[in-house]
């Protein structure tokens, strides 16, 4: 039998996700945005559910070429741009988007050779002093893409810094419609959080949305809100068993460093998962985990391939659970009980996204829904 440990890629969550996020933002198309392999979805394992979206956006370039190979034949946004020159070249073969924020891309463009002019998404930075030109810079760029042959139609972007937090988007957005108020061209400025909490306006939400986290299933602004409240359903659960079970007295000690001492007599579950599945080790002393659906505390430090919880209250009822119980580390029991990845990466001084992203290659992956062709 191999390791226990399995994440579920809930595909019926994916596809309502997206549904959730089209009716926040009823005026805009959608780019489904699926970099760092889908947010450690799986590109391949989300394209049916987004099929729905309007184009994919992601940063590289092979991820771009996983797209193309699934048949998708729609707009693919290269967020970051081109890396160097010739990747114009899979640009035009491909028909790739790419957004154009320093100068040197333009050079780039102004010196490549085809047949078919580019579409490229010019960035400003509103603020977030990541990616884009400065307020000062972005007009002029803006005539120098305009002059080149090389391109064909110029939309216009931004980030929010703070979308998902008080200090909001309005010192953004008010930049970013004054600097661009005569332009033509589309516009995309949203990401989750912004799509959801300032996407009835439409100036905001404006041509294309670009949502990553919500289509997952994370709350674009936890812990202010919840997943639940956004009606958005966890697309992703992390699954293993319990095997091994210790009974602890009053003054022992739980795994490396001995940081947990028990004050009591207490039933330990080991479970076949820790920071080399993804698990993260900063998750402190306390951290929710399910066995069996049930809530049970993180005891001691997460190690490479196992953690600890405590059965101690389980226990009272169930004498014989241990081995072979099922865990959940986050996502949905096999029985329906939710347990937030928002609130596991609270727990560990993170977001959901990293927690995602950071599940590990050696973890058997599974989709649930019926996926492929005829589905
Ligand atoms: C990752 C990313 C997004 C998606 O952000 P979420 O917070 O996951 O919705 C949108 N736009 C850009 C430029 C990004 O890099």
């Not at 988007?169 to 930049?175: E, F, G, L, P, V």
């Not at 391939?305 to 996502?331: N, S």
């Not at 058997?364 to 492929?372: F, L, M, N, R, Y």
Request: negative net charge.
């Amino acid at each position: 039998m191999p390791r226990p440990i399995q994440a579920i890629i809930h595909t019926a969550a994916l596809q309502q996700n997206l549904g959730c996020l089209k009716a926040a933002t009823p005026h805009a198309r959608v780019w489904a945005v699926v970099k760092a392999n889908a947010y450690g979805h799986g590109i391949e394992r989300v394209f049916e559910a987004f099929r729905g979206a309007d184009g994919f956006a992601l940063l590289d370039l092979a991820e771009a070429e996983r797209v193309r190979a699934l048949g998708w034949r729609g707009p693919i946004l290269l967020l970051e741009g081109v890396f160097e020159p010739r990747d114009l070249e899979l640009c035009s073969r491909l028909q790739l988007w790419h957004v154009v924020h320093h100068e040197a891309q333009i050079d780039w463009l102004s010196r490549h050779k085809t047949q078919q002019p580019h579409r490229v998404f010019l960035k400003l930075n509103s603020g977030m002093n990541r990616l884009g030109f400065s307020p000062t810079r972005f007009r002029s760029a803006w005539a120098r893409l305009d002059a080149l042959p090389q391109v064909d139609e110029i939309s216009l972007m931004t980030h929010f810094s703070d979308a998902d937090g008080e200090r909001g988007i309005a010192h953004q957005y008010q930049r970013f419609a004054e600097l661009t108020r005569d332009l033509p061209g589309e516009r995309s400025l949203s990401n989750s959080a912004a799509s959801f909490r300032y996407g009835e306006d439409e100036a905001v939400s404006a041509d294309w949305v670009r949502p990553g986290i919500a289509l997952y299933g994370g709350s674009p602004d936890y812990p202010a809100h919840t997943p639940a409240h956004w009606g958005l359903q966890a697309a992703m659960s992390l699954r293993s068993r319990i095997i091994g079970r210790q009974s602890l007295n009053a003054g022992d000690t739980v795994g490396y460093g001995s940081t947990f001492t028990a004050t009591a007599p207490m039933t330990l579950g080991i479970v076949a998962c820790g920071y080399a599945d993804g698990y993260p080790r900063s998750a402190a002393q306390g951290t929710p985990v399910l066995v069996q659906g049930q809530r049970v505390p993180l005891v001691g430090r997460v190690s490479m391939d196992m953690l600890a919880v405590d059965l101690t209250a389980l226990v009272q009822t169930d004498p014989l659970l241990g081995v072979g119980a099922e865990v959940t580390l986050w996502g949905h029991a096999s029985s329906g009980e939710l347990l937030n990845v928002d609130e596991v990466a609270q727990h560990a001084g993170t977001i959901a996204y990293e927690l995602m992203c950071a599940l590990a290659p050696r973890v058997p992956v599974q989709a649930d829904g019926v996926t492929g062709a005829g589905a």
